[in-house]
Structures are given as C-alpha cells and as structure tokens.
C-alpha cells in the first residue's frame, strides 16, 4: 500500500464486540484532479458518537428458585389451585377442610395468631395494611391491635364466608413479599394439610447471569441490556440486582469467582411462551460520550513517533497528525487534529 513514511498502526488493538458509531465504506474518486493521485482505497467516513464496549454472556431465563407455602391449620386439603395460576392479596392460595387459606403481602411471616390481648409488633402493622389495602380497614396502620383491627378483622370475614370472630388464628393467612404463580402442588386435594402444600414462584421471569468480576462495571443496578430469546427476538431488560462475588465449577475442574446478576424483562410478554432457557445477554458501557470516531485500522504511525490518519478529499490525499483517545471495539477517539465529522479517511484492507 502507498504510504511513504508510514507504517500501519498495528490494529491488535483489545476491543469489545461493537460501538454505537456509524460506520459508511466508500470509494474515493477514481480520477485524482491534483498533482497527487489518491489510488482507489477503502475508506471510512469519520463519525461523532458515543464509543462503547459490549460483551455478551449467557444465562437462564426462568421463574426464579420455588419456594413452599402452607399452614400450620390441622385438617384436610380440600383444594388446591391449578398449577401456572397467580395468587394476588387477599385471595385463596388453597383449602383446608373447606375453609379458605388466605394470601396477603409482606415480608414478615404470621408466626402468631392475630388477637385481642396481644403484644404490640410489626406484623399488625402489615395486617392492617393488607386490610386497608382490600377496603376493610380505614384506619392508620400501626403496630396496635385494637377495636379498628378487630371490626377490620370482622368485616374481612364476613366477605370470605368465615365466621366473624374478630381474631385471625395461626395458619389462617400467609405473607409473601408478592403476588405468587403455582409451580407445583405438593399436597394434593385428600391430603393432610402441611406447611409445604404448594410451591411458588414470583410472577414474572428473571435471568441469571455469571460474571466474571472484571466485568462487574458493565452491570450496575438499573442498567438496560439486551436479551436474545431462543426464538431470536431481543427483548430489552433491566439489572436488579448484583449478588456477592461466589465460587462456581469451571470447565477445567476447579473453582472460579463469579458475580451473579439478576435481570428481568421490560416487557414480562415477550418471553411468555418460554420457561428455564437459556438467553444471551448483552451488556454494553459508554466509556466516552459524543466524541470523535475513526477505525483502529485507519491509523498510522509515523516515523519519528506519534499517529496519524490519510484524509482523501477531492482526489487529494493528505496525512493528518491525531492525538488518540480511548480504544473500543475496534474503533479510537481523536482528541486533537485537523478532522472532521463526515471526513473521509483510508482504512486498512
């Protein structure tokens, strides 16, 4: 190639898989109109944008781990709801002897019954929340059992067809931190009630991904990633969590640290006809925003020291000193030098 002078900058540069830059392949003038001829050459059009570096990484797309509901209610099953259902607040997960088991949301379990007499605490806030929260009780919710739970109480029974007792024994009612989806029946209709009748899962599906920790910076929480579905359709996601680093089996027999992290669909129906499949995820960080842009393989290195790009324009061929910036994905900033966005320069072949 002719580049008296020059060398090839050595385009090993390390990158990621791509970069939010436009990237247009052209042909200069085939007839030079000056004293030196610029021979046909590929170029690529300078551009402004943002230089990112992705990476993508597999993981499971599933409900997330089951975990057992039941009661502590001695009797029967006398039924139980089909598997793949939801259970919202305040309706029937199952029942026991004919009398309903109750879902209500929060994250302290009902380890006692709910009575006059009893202990001030936590958990009667959260009854009384859940109370409110379906019309029963119009109070302000605290941590005081009284004469408002106690009517609340009465009226949430009166509605269910139980009867009116004012108090809530053990096992009547079970907290979640949310809504719930049936995954499985374990103790079917004609069994005896337990604390493991159903398993459950979270409503919506999340994916699991393993991260070596170098890469920790490209999941923080709340970052938006991309989803590939086996069916081949990319769905957008969002990080909600990043656990501690853990040991996981590597290919070679050993250990290796791993960050796991935790992301769900923005749009929980594109991924509705699947269940435990394994996804591509990619994860993408913005290292410069709104910078100038060239290919690594369009710079050269001069021979006393330093970079440079050959710009073409009108058929004239010109080496353009740059200062460099930050490398990704195949592609350099330009710091300093004389070049613009929409400039033509030669790249490598």
Do not use: H
Not at 99 to 113: D, N, Q, T, V
Not at 193 to 208: D, H, Y
Not at 227 to 252: F, H, K, M, Y
Not at 328 to 342: H, K, P, Q, R, S
């Amino acid at each position: 190639m002719r580049r008296r002078g020059w060398w090839i900058a050595a385009a090993g540069v390390a990158g990621s898989v791509a970069v939010i830059a436009a990237l247009f392949i052209t042909k200069p003038p085939a007839q030079a109109t000056n004293d030196r001829e610029a021979p046909a050459a590929e170029t690529a059009e300078v551009s402004r944008g943002d230089l990112s570096e992705q990476v993508k990484v597999s993981g499971k797309l599933a409900y997330g781990d089951a975990w057992d509901l039941g009661t502590t209610l001695p009797g029967m099953v006398t039924e139980v709801p089909p598997v793949g259902s939801i259970v919202g607040r305040g309706e029937q997960l199952f029942r026991v002897d004919n009398s309903p088991i109750i879902l209500m949301l929060g994250r302290l379990p009902a380890w006692r019954e709910f009575a006059e007499g009893m202990a001030d605490g936590p958990d009667i806030r959260q009854l009384e929340e859940n109370l409110a929260a379906q019309g029963f009780f119009d109070g302000t919710p605290d941590e005081e059992f009284t004469w408002s739970t106690i009517s609340a109480i009465t009226a949430w029974q009166k509605a269910l067809g139980l009867e009116k007792t004012g108090r809530i024994e053990s096992g009547r009612i079970v907290f979640a931190p949310a809504a719930v989806r049936i995954q499985e029946v374990v103790d079917g209709v004609g069994s005896p009630a337990s604390g493991a009748v159903l398993k459950v899962t979270r409503t919506t599906k999340e994916a699991i991904i393993d991260l070596k920790p170098n890469l920790a910076a490209l999941a923080p929480v709340g970052a938006s990633v991309e989803v590939q579905l086996p069916n081949g359709s990319v769905a957008v996601g969002t990080i909600t969590a990043v656990g501690s680093p853990v040991e996981r089996d590597n290919d070679t027999g050993g250990k290796s640290l791993r960050i796991p992290v935790t992301l769900v669909l923005d749009d929980p129906t594109a991924a509705e006809s699947f269940d435990t499949v394994t996804v591509n995820v990619t994860l993408t960080n913005v290292i410069a925003e709104d910078v100038l842009l060239v290919p690594v393989t369009a710079l050269l290195v001069k021979s006393g020291g330093g970079s440079a790009v050959e710009r073409v324009a009108q058929g004239k061929s010109t080496m353009v000193p740059v200062e460099l910036g930050k490398f990704a994905a195949g592609m350099v900033e330009i710091l300093d030098g004389d070049l613009a966005e929409g400039d033509a320069v030669v790249v490598a072949q």
